[in-house]
């Protein structure tokens, strides 16, 4: 295997006798390395009286270097052809855009420049047709499967997202968004950045939606800083790398401890559905679940129709609970004053000590402990209480947030909270809890919205998950301790409903008389819409 030690560098700015003076430094102590990657501003506006030396021959650089072309108008003539030159020996200009590949077999894409603020795009920036036609000429190869190494000058926007802290840097405002998309597109193993005089090494980021796609590599992205600053940041980084098309498929999707989700699942998600046909790699997302076409069942039964012993197939009875439950409709421990709507199955009572006065929960009449045990006759009825309750609360200019937790609970509760539309987004919700779950170490996975949970866990699995009206689902299988209140502290932290002080159930609980009315008054508006 052809192992390759690479050094890639921020912005140099002229400052050539620095960059080239630390390279021998390393070269001298730790070996030869092959290139030097370049990103950022090559040149500055003090550049001229150095780079005479190195472009007339007089001085010559230690190591092959590949430069990215213009960030702005000062140094355009610099860079006598766009479609990338040698410009002093061992000095390269990669060019405004491209894939430059080296015998190594090592697939480095590059793009030159910054985003365009207007059109037509200055010669020193890209526009989103350059970007197109990049991520062309490489998606439409047969087997693709990402490149080794991505490099551009800015930085992706939101690369931060779900991510450790990048500082002073705001990586929701710094950034190109279409470089975002290029990473995206390109899945690089390694993609460097400049620009913004930091160095900011995010964590590890994986390529596939977890359960959906077989597994690929990860992205390291890595953002330097420039060269000779005085903070003495990181400017230069070493690294060895064995191209992609040499490597054993199952060591190059390894995926490391601290892997993070996607920072641009949104990009991903709003990307065309059309797709170009799998490649030979990936493989359907229903080889992980299994293909169920859910028959729909009888609609509910009113007053005792349909009831008579004239059925054809007895309905499967619930199973009993093996000692008092404070949820079985039947029980003495059910406070009935929070019941709001009773169905055939199921019913519907405010939530005691809920994080807002019109938290419910959907609730199996007979004893069932989790969705996953629930017969077909129930699991309907359950998604038609889903139903009506996304009009409801749509008509109140809100969205509903839907969790269970099958985890030390022996009666399940679907607790179903609204937020305000204007409050936040599906994907603000979403990387809320993504975000809050990394932060304890729980793995929150993003399940194919028609797919059931049955798909993925199997009766008596103990697990978390989350659904949005939009039908998104997010999943962990817990295997260990699993904190019981995780749901409504997302929910009441600041990212959502800013209500921090109402995360815990047993400091909102209110007297009988309050809770009894708020239940009356639920239950007169919910009316229309009951089913």
Known sequence: RVVSRRLACGDVEGRLEAIFGR?????????????????????????????????????????????????????????????????????????????????????????????????????????????????????????????????????????????????????KKCGSKLVSDLAACLKPRYHFAALEKAYYERLPYRNHMVLQETPQHVTRFIALADVGNTSKKKYLYAFSIVPMSAMDPAELVKQPQ???????????????????????????????????????????????????????????????????????????????????????????????????????????????????????????????????????????????????????SQHLQLQVIPVPLDLCTSEDIKEAFIAQAQEQQIELLEIPEHSDIAQVAQPGTPYFYVELDTGEKLFHRIRGRFPLQFGRWVLASEALLAQPQRADWRQCAAQRPEEAAQARAFRHEFEPFDF
């Not at 070269?27 to 007339?56: H, I, P």
């Not at 992980?288 to 509910?300: E, P, V, W």
Request: aromatic share 10%; net charge positive; hydrophobic share 35%.
């Open 258 to 408: 601290d892997v993070t989700e996607n920072p641009y699942r949104k990009l991903r998600k709003e990307a065309p559905k059309s797709k170009a046909p799998l490649c030979a790699e990936e493989e359907p997302a229903c080889q992980f679940f299994f293909d169920l076409n859910k028959h729909q069942g009888k609609k509910r039964p009113s007053e005792g129709k349909e009831r008579g012993d004239s059925q054809p197939k007895q309905a499967k009875k619930a199973p009993q609970p093996t000692g008092p439950c404070w949820f079985c409709l039947a029980s003495p421990e059910v406070e009935k004053h929070l019941v709001v709507s009773i169905g055939t199955h199921c019913y519907l009572a405010l939530a005691k000590g809920g994080l807002s006065p019109d938290h419910v929960l959907i609730l199996p009449i007979g004893h069932y402990q989790s969705v996953v045990d629930l017969s077909s006759e129930v699991l309907e009825e359950v998604t038609k209480y889903k139903a009506a309750l996304k009009e409801f609360f749509r008509s109140k200019g809100k969205r509903y947030v839907l969790f269970e937790r099958n985890y030390r």
């Open 23 to 171: 390279v021998r430094a390393i070269q001298a102590k730790s070996g030869r390395f092959d290139m030097l990657l370049c990103v950022g501003n090559f040149f500055g506006s003090t550049s001229e009286a150095e780079w005479a030396e190195y472009r007339t021959g007089a001085k010559k650089a230690p190591i092959p270097t590949y430069v990215l072309g213009a960030n702005n108008q000062d140094t355009l003539s610099y860079f006598p052809d766009v479609s990338g030159c040698e410009l002093a020996e061992n000095i390269t200009y990669l060019g405004r855009r491209g894939v430059y590949s080296g015998c190594s077999g090592l697939q480095i894409a590059y793009l030159s420049g910054t985003e365009a603020q207007e059109q037509p795009a200055p010669a020193h920036s890209f526009s989103a047709k350059d970007v197109v036609e990049l991520k062309t000429s490489l998606l439409s190869a047969p087997n693709f499967r990402g490149v080794d190494i991505l490099l551009t000058s800015p930085w992706p926007r939101d690369v931060g997202t779900f991510a450790n802290s990048a500082g002073e840097i705001d990586t």
